[in-house]
């Protein structure tokens, strides 16, 4: 073959592989559709490898990408597919900079045998090494299946498309986006892959690069995305105090008493809880750990609203109670509503290492229920105020009423230490945002340990 015949014969490559579905992807993922590709022409079977890699930017952010190119062998895994995205790894990990995942997979190539196996092994230990230490995105554009499902679950966070399809089960049993999301194993659904990148980009544009990044950035002024008032959910609350259209809500259809959101507060990016319900069940406490966690391996500050009588799980609870203690980052608390028992130990007080706790004026905080705190601290009198009772039900409901009122008021718990301040509803996003500035450079030294392990 001459020079003009191997020059045309790489023009033809380039052009097959600009025309592929993961190269389009990429190109939707990064500014002005403009990349680096990796080992454009590394090859696999009699084709070439399954899979597009590149780098370029997202809203001026170095970012590192592959995507799964089913124009190529239907984006099949294989050991120079796991070539491809080791590198993409490696890179990350010199450089810094977050992983971006774009998966859409027939499966993998089973005449491989072993070689396929070491394949999977090697890009899900690359995976769990740059844990913690870049944020990890993982889309799911088409099907992902099997060990894939395994891969790109262990990403911060998942995002899939409607149509997108992810199970361990390689049959694809119960692998549809709505059951991922129910599941809490998607973060974010989108409508199709130009949503979902879309989605994407939003979140690369407020996440650290790295664990070694700043946690806080200094700017001007921004606009709050509502008016706090005494009459919203916690929930509402914590939405309102963002700024105006950064607010990025994760797993939205799971653990429902537990809300969780990234989003900036006057230009600093923080994750954002809400714990609210008269009990907090397992999921919810699972979903706020993880994020809580997520949030601290990055340095974000954490800010949670809480109104929550108890918790309905055990094992729910020693999840976010260690989340909480062991987390490092900026911890920042507001009680709207009850903070009782070990919600308010695990969440909000000490137990939790909270740096700086608010109360709104009629919060709530007490050791027990306000029922069972009235029974015990009034003892004789409880029962004797019902003697007589025309309406025992209605009677006991306001004696409870009353020294919930007057005994487990946020003005006591402030008085013994519990409150650092009461706020008015409308300074919420004031006094976080005092809070935020005034612990941007906290610093925490640990023991010489791996991880806790009290999950």
């Not at 990349?35 to 970012?63: L, P, W």
Request: with cysteine; glycine share 8%.
């Amino acid at each position: 073959m001459n020079k003009e015949e191997k020059l045309d014969a790489l023009d033809k490559a380039r052009t097959s592989i600009a025309a592929s579905l993961g190269n389009k992807r990429l190109a939707m993922l990064f500014d002005d559709g403009a990349f680096t590709e990796i080992d454009a022409f590394a090859g696999s079977a009699a084709g070439f490898a399954e899979v597009s890699a590149a780098h370029g930017t997202v809203d001026g952010i170095g970012v590192y990408a592959y995507a799964q190119n089913t124009d190529f062998s239907g984006g099949a895994m294989s050991k120079a597919q796991a070539a491809k995205i080791r590198k993409i790894y490696d890179l990350a990990l010199k450089t810094g900079e977050p992983v971006v995942a774009i998966y859409d997979s027939v499966g993998g190539r089973l005449d491989e045998g072993a070689e396929l196996l070491a394949a999977y092994g090697d890009v899900m230990r690359c995976s769990n090494q740059l844990s913690g230490v870049v944020p990890q995105i993982s889309v799911v554009l088409g099907k992902c299946l099997g060990t894939q499902a395994l891969i790109a679950v262990c990403a911060d966070i998942v995002i899939m498309s409607e149509k997108a399809e992810m199970s361990i089960d390689t049959s694809g049993n119960d692998a549809s986006a709505d059951k991922a999301a129910k599941n809490g194993t998607a973060h974010i659904i989108a409508k199709d892959d130009e949503e979902a990148l879309a989605k994407t980009r939003a979140l690369i544009s407020v996440l650290p690069q790295n664990n070694l990044s700043p946690a806080c950035v200094a700017y001007d002024s921004i606009g709050a995305q509502g008016a706090v008032n005494e009459n919203m959910s916690a929930r509402d609350a914590a939405k309102a105090i963002a700024d105006e259209d950064s607010l990025v809500e994760l797993q939205a259809a799971f653990g429902n008493s537990a809300f969780t959101a990234l989003a900036t507060v006057n230009g600093t990016t923080v994750g954002l809880t809400a714990l609210e319900g008269k009990e907090l069940d397992c999921k919810s406490c699972a979903k706020a750990a993880r994020f809580v966690r997520f949030c601290d391996s990055f340095s974000m500050p954490v800010i949670t609203l809480v109104n929550a009588e108890k918790f309905a799980c055990i094992k729910g609870a020693a999840k976010l109670s260690s989340a909480y203690a062991e987390a490092t980052c900026a911890k920042v608390t507001v009680i709207t509503g009850d903070a009782f028992g070990a919600v308010y130990i695990a969440a909000a007080g000490t137990g939790a290492a909270a740096d700086m706790t608010y109360a709104w004026p009629d919060a709530s905080v007490s050791a027990l229920t306000p029922e069972a705190a009235a029974v015990i601290m009034l003892g004789d009198d409880f029962g004797g105020k019902l003697k007589g009772s025309k309406d025992p039900q209605k009677d006991k409901a306001a004696i409870i009423a009353d020294y919930k009122s007057s005994e487990l008021n946020a003005m006591k718990a402030a008085a013994a230490g519990y409150v650092d301040s009461i706020i008015d509803p409308a300074q919420t996003r004031d006094a976080v945002n005092g809070a935020i500035e005034m612990l941007c450079n906290k610093r925490v030294s640990t023991l010489p340990k791996k991880h806790c392990n009290s999950l």
